[in-house]
């Protein structure tokens, strides 16, 4: 680099401080660079390149996390937690003591106990109790860590989303996937850093605020990759023009950029020439990695993938193609598995439609994920914003209620012990006896695998210092490899 | 002696030599040197907050920094020595170190504890808090130029030049209306050799309509103006009556304090009008939560916190919000103290999805209503309805030939006719959904007259209201709506006593009275926090960086007395905005080029001095309002219904419902971008990629992003394809001869207000040549120069 460009560089820098209310805040640089390894981690972001990789302050296990979000609340009773005792009990009034100071959504205190229809058996050498509805789950049991006594604590979709994924209840606060990208950049450039992929009957409820960027710079908010049309918004250069077209394009809308900046010195506009070059490159890339046909028909088969047809498990064979360019953070939407009975929502033939699509694509990306050595480095998370009541609710056919005190979900791969069960439930599945998981400690815990002291990944903004974690969220230290 | 200080005592002595010298013969300013240190650090535990106080210390009062803790204090004036706080600052034992490792914040610097050690010495002065201290008084020759000009001198530093013309007739149309200066204006004005050219250009453009949209949607981030509900469900709302007496107060510059009041408590005059009325819109802007299975009572309880929040931010530039589950750690706001100002909210008749609202019709905020048919009365419709219903099953039964016996359940697999006959067959009040829908669409297209009720050109506007009996209200522990502290009592509504200069306390029970507080001559936070904000607008920063929080976290301002000379001309002036923003862009300061000053950059690399303007992108509205003002397609009327320009497929498939997106095809489809219909969970793609924010709280400043999905839209949205086709379009009009040189000058004036120089002529030429003007036109909407005021 010439000593001119060095010197625009660190004046991009400095203002890119600015300008982007990264970072510095009400702090002066030198103070920021004297903090000591106790201090607040704020990612050194270069101006030009937001996205550039970055080191974390401590030692990770984990680069990439791809984030499988089941929204609705799936059962855990009718999959993970098998409850002998409550089909003891079925049709009966739950036990007063247990029903004491807990909130649900729809029920009216009058619903009885509900035991599972499905049948249950242990898997694995760690004996994992998987119901009949996730058969694929079986050959990923001694794969995956399986957290039994994972609580939140709201109960209404929306605001429970949005508490799984920002740590807060109300939209405006970042996403764990903006606050990873945030902290360590992506290792591609020439797609987002955090991407969001979405399938099922409808969209997540709270829509954009379930990645947004909250009060960070809106390099780290979640690009949403679209179901119908190109896969990024406005990707696709307009009708009759030609790739030599779009480069003469680029380069002349470089060649004025340069020009203004020769005339007015604003290095904001060496960040836009940056940003331009980035959106060509984007253009190549992101259709060469929608092009599924280019894996092996054992790999279509693996995850139940139709080439040209958008579901589940187009998606998660999608989120390996991303991780694999070097995209940090992949999260996955899929709808509907609020299972509260009635129509569309019932426990019977629509919670095993939803289950058999995301049985076997959730286990495959795992088995592949394995077999290509990329577990070793990248976090796999499966889970909803809450779980279900053991009661059912008064409806014609078969639900349960949204229930926050105790749920199943599991993760795998960097740093996490394989095939290892975490938390219990009492014997009707209302809250954990052992092995509690709070939501703010499952943040903690990722982001400590990813290399961050959750406690100082943070960032000033309207008069104090926000982290994910609030000001709650503990390790769970049992769970490490 | 405490222990600690023994040890340290002969360690530290060589260190305060070393260090005094570093600030110079300057005395030690509290507010300047001391306060930031020990908020930063210290005020967590040892600060306003009780449950949070450790060692029963607090370092945030000189009566509790001096306090007697058993033989020694923390602060003893004039004894640095004697002072533990210095003891423990310094020490390098983990078990006795300030702050302890556990808090992990950084140790104090060398240079800071010299600072704390001089001012100890100095008596350790505490000072309240600058903005909550009264305004300063000036002398008649101040100005903004003399105070920006005094503060670079002693840097060695000095304005920059004045921005040449057409620079300058760019930026101020930018700002003061958020379209573009035409070629025309600009060669007139560049013309125009009389002193007050720039006077007169500024009359004008502060006299346009444009200036209502362009600051009301200022006002509005503030307002959290959307035009959907939020939440999951996100329906749609019309709050448009709202967002038109939003840009009707400001065309007509009505008084800051004025604006304030009808908005919080216009409900609350005597004898209010109507436009007074819609003006309370304002605090109902909060979210609606229409999910199944929600606590009403939650969500109302939700809206008035958010509206305590708000007023806090936007009027009193504090975070007031840290105080609903804990006394705030750093301001003098105790969590009492948030409960007494949400009690101003909490007696709002609205609950959730139900509330009061005032019937408004298109154009009646700016004193034109629209004609509109009388409504049919609801009585009425359904008398038609029934009539309608009888007759249509009659005739149905005759035609549609639908077996007398089909089962319900059957129903559903029906289509035309037969649909329509299978849900007359059904008893109203037992219809499904869907069959409800079908029956009421063939009953209006044959009753057009029953339609009427449904008119988008009538608003049912929300408004806030307040119980006829008052509702008890109670500190939230935790903040948590189902935990009212009923040990502690009913609450009264107050205000925040530090902000309080009054004895004896002024009467405060209504919304009307904290909206007269706000505004009331002593309290000094309101026209600073509002001339602040002002300023930012026009420099990319306030004065007060930190321009959401003038608590004791924030940033001190780097022109104390400016700050406070603008705040009393504004209250001088009467509270109007329009006299302040003749103030700020008529100055030299305002009026100064933006190009870097490389002289200036290493003594002030931020340019916090101002010795040259900044070039500020445009926000997400003005990209699109440019590019339409540029091409002539934009449609100039102001205010009514949300509209529908183009927007690409695809973008509910991530909300939970889908909504209606009927594009405009009338001139509605070019209208600024201002009246866009905005969805809180989904809103149109252009707003998110250009940093608007999606209005689920108050916005009191967008961040200003530069990524490559902006590009991407630039480059090919088929929305500024339109507008660049018909820029080319309107060139080939002006220019009719065969001369593409002139017709490339020409783009290029209407995009950039500029001449092009000879390389940038040369480049565009070259590229029509090889392209079409269309593409001439792409490219130049795609320059960082067009989406920048410079």
Redesign the interface.
Known sequence: MNPADQHLREVTRRHFFERCGVGVGSLALHELLARDVHAAFKPQLDPTRPMHPRTPPLPAKAKRVIYLFMAGGPSQLELFDDKPKLRELDSQPPPPSLLAGRRFAFLKGTEKLVGSRRKFDRYGQCGMTISEMFPNHRAIADDVCWLRGVSTDVFNHGPAKLFMNTGFQAPGRPAFGAWATYGLGSESDSLPGFVVLQSGPRGPRAGAALWSSGFLPTSFQGVPFRGKGDAILHLRSPDGTTREGERDFYDTVGTLNRARLAATGDPEILTRLNAYEMAYRMQTSAPELMELNQESAETLALYDVKPGESSFAANCLLARRLIERGVRFVQLYHTNWDSHGGPGENLNADFEKVCREVDRPAAALVLDLKRRGLLEDTLVVWGGEFGRTPMGENRTTLGRDHHIDAFTMWIAGAGVKPGFIHGETDELGFGVTAGKVHVHDLHATLLHLLGFDHEQLIHRFQGRDFRLTDVHGKIVREILA | MSPVLARLNSFSAGLLLSCATLRGADTVEFNRDIR?LLSDRCFYCHGPDEKKREAKLRLDTRDGATADLGGYAAIVPASPEKSELLARVTSHDRDEVMPP?KA????F?AEEVATLRRWIAEGARYEAHWAFLPLRDFNSGDSIDAFIGARLASDGLALSPEADRATLIRRVSLDLTGLLSTPEETAAFIRDHSPDAYEKLVARLLASPHYGERWGRHWLDQARYADSN???I?AERAMWPYRDWVIKALNDDMPFDRFTIEQLAGDQLPTPTKAQLVATGFHRNTLI?Q????DAEQFRV?AAIDRVNTTG?VWLGL?VG?AQCHTH??DPITQREFYELFAFFNQGEDKNNTGPTVQVVRGEMFGQPVKVAPATPAADVAKLQAAWEAKESAKLEKTAKLDPQTPREKFAELKGAQALLAALRVLPVERTAEEKKAVLAAFEKAEPKARKKTDPNVAAAMIMRDLKTPRPTYLLTRGDF?RPDKERGELQPGIIAALETRNPKPDTRTRLDLARWLVSPENPLTPRVTLNRMWMRYF??GLV??E??F?T???APTHPELLDWLAREFIRSGWSMKAMHRLIVTSATYRQS???R?DA?AKD??NLLLARQE?L?VEAEIVRDAALSASGLLDRRIGGPSVHPPQ???V??????AKKWATDTGPDRYRRALYTMFY????H?LF??F?AP?F??TCTRR???????????L????AF?EIAQALAARVVRDIPRDDLDARVRRAFQLALCREP?A??LA??TD?AR??DLA?VA??LF????FI?R?
């Open positions: 930031p490792p992990k914040k950084s140790r610097t939020g939440y999951s996100d939560n999910e199944g299975g929600t939700e931010a975070t840290c750690k750093f189902t990319g920063r960086e930190t959401e929080d608590g976290q924030g940033t933006s190009n870097a490389p950059a690399p931020r070039r992108r690409p497929e695809g509910y498939a991530f909300t939970q419902n809180r969970s989904a809103p793609p998110g990629t940093d999606d689920q709280t961040i200003r992003s530069n990524t490559p999905l902006q590009a991407l839209t480059a090919n949205d088929p394809l120089d390389d940038e480049a565009l590229y090889r392209h593409a792409r490219v795609n320059t960082d120069n920048t410079e």
